[in-house]
C-alpha cells in the first residue's frame, strides 16, 4: 500500500533536510550490492530519526536491527559528545559493510556493533538508554519491547518502526500471516501499556514514538 503518491513523497524530500553525501553513497552501495534493499531506513525517515536524535541529544542509543547501517549513522548525529551508539544485528555478513561507513562517518569510535540474537544481548547491556529504534525482526517486537523496557528510565523514547506493515495492520488477517498478527497486538499493547504514551506517526511504512513515564 502507499500512503502518499510518488509525487507528494518527493516533494516531502526536497523539502527537508538534504541527504548527506555519506548516505548518499552508501544507499546507492547497499542497492547494488546488498540482498532486499528496500529494508534501507532512506532519506526522509533518515532526515526525520536525525533531527529526533538531535532533540533529545542521547549520551546512549540502542539500535535493534543495523542492516547496512544506515539508521544508525542517522541516530549518531544527535549523540552527545560522550555518547555511545549500540546496534544490534544478526546477520554477521554485513558487520564489515556497516564498519566501513561508520568509521568513515566519524562516529565509527561512538558505534559499537553487536552481533547475534538481540534477545540475549539486551540483557547483557548494563545501561540505561535514552533513545531506542527497533527495526528487525516483526514478530519478535513484542519481546525486544519487554527487553528494552528493563533498560530505559522515565523520560527514554522508543521508536518503533515499520509498524503499519504496508496497510496490512487495517486489512482481513489472513490466518497464516503472523507477522501482521504480532503486529496488530504490538500496536495494541503501545497504545494501551501504561508505563508509556505513544503516537504513531505515518511516514513512510509507520514508525511509532512511545515515551517512557
Known amino acids: 500500500m502507499h500512503f502518499l503518491s510518488p509525487l ?5 524530500e526536497d523539502s527537508s533536510a538534504n ?16 540482498i532486499q534493499p528496500r529494508m534501507i531506513t532512506g532519506h526522509f525517515q533518515g532526515r526525520v530519526l536525525s533531527m529526533l536524535s538531535k532533540i533529545i541529544n542521547p549520551t546512549n542509543i540502542l539500535e535493534i536491527g543495523t ?11 544527535g549523540l552527545s559528545k560522550e555518547g555511545q551508539l549500540h546496534t544490534i544485528d544478526i546477520n554477521e555478513e554485513l ?3 556497516q564498519r566501513r561507513y561508520f568509521d568513515e562517518s566519524g562516529y565509527g569510535s561512538q558505534i559499537i556493533q553487536h552481533t547475534g540474537d538481540a534477545l540475549e544481548i539486551i540483557p547483557q547491556l548494563n545501561i ?3 533513545l531506542v529504534f527497533i527495526d528487525a525482526e516483526k514478530r ?11 533498560k530505559t528510565v522515565p523520560g527514554s523514547i ?3 518502526d515499520n509498524v503499519l506493515w504496508s496497510g496490512k495492520v487495517v486489512e482481513p488477517l489472513d490466518a497464516k500471516d503472523k507477522t501482521t498478527k504480532v503486529l ?12 508509556i504514551e505513544t503516537v504513531l506517526l505515518p511516514i513512510r511504512d509507520g514508525l511509532t514514538l512511545s515515551r517512557v513515564l
Open 95 to 97: 558487520t564489515d559493510f
Open 8 to 12: 507528494l513523497e518527493k516533494y516531502i
Open 128 to 130: 540505561d538508554f535514552d
Open 184 to 195: 496488530v497486538a504490538y500496536n495494541q499493547m503501545l497504545k494501551n501499556d501504561p508505563r
Open 19 to 34: 541527504e548527506p553525501e555519506l548516505l548518499k553513497e552508501l544507499s546507492r552501495e547497499t542497492h547494488l550490492k546488498v
Open 67 to 77: 542492516y547496512t547501517g544506515y539508521s544508525a549513522l542517522c541516530l549518531a548525529e
Open 158 to 160: 522508543i521508536l518503533s
Open 140 to 150: 519478535e517486537y513484542l519481546k525486544y519491547f519487554e527487553a528494552i523496557m528493563q
